[in-house]
């Protein structure tokens, strides 16, 4: 009776730990593929592209680290309005989060900022910076 306890406690113990890594694949495979769908029906929004909406808040969560709430490293402020249209009007704005060749890869101590982070800052650049 002890062998065949012990048997079937084993194959018991081996369906559960097979039963549970099918699962557990089955999941994270479920868990990248609806990734890979929301990557790829994400959009950037760029139309109607506000200063306070949309283009500080990514100032905020990247930047002001140095650059904001009184902080002005390397002489740059990106919260007062004056100080970030001179960056936007002397080119280093945006030359700087491109990371563009003879510019200060901004932010200094962060990877660049996302494509449609960029864009969006692009965008309120091109319909003239306004103070909206």
Known sequence: ???????R???????????????IESCSKQ?????IAQQHTV???????????NV?????ANCYRCHGN???SGGVSLDVYSSLLAQ???????????????????PFDG???SDCEIAIIQAWINKGAPNN
């Open 31 to 35: 868990s990248e593929d609806v990734l």
């Open 9 to 23: 406690t084993w194959i018991l113990v081996f369906i559960l730990g097979l039963s549970t890594t099918v699962a």
């Open 56 to 60: 500080m808040p990514i100032f905020k």
């Open 111 to 113: 990877g660049k900022l």
């Open 70 to 72: 009184g902080l002005a």
């Open 1 to 7: 009776m002890n062998k065949y306890f012990f048997r």
């Open 43 to 53: 959009t950037c929004d760029t139309t109607n592209v506000q200063l306070l909406v």
């Open 88 to 106: 936007v009007n002397n080119g280093n704005l945006i030359g700087d989060i491109t990371h563009a060749p003879g510019h200060v890869n901004m």
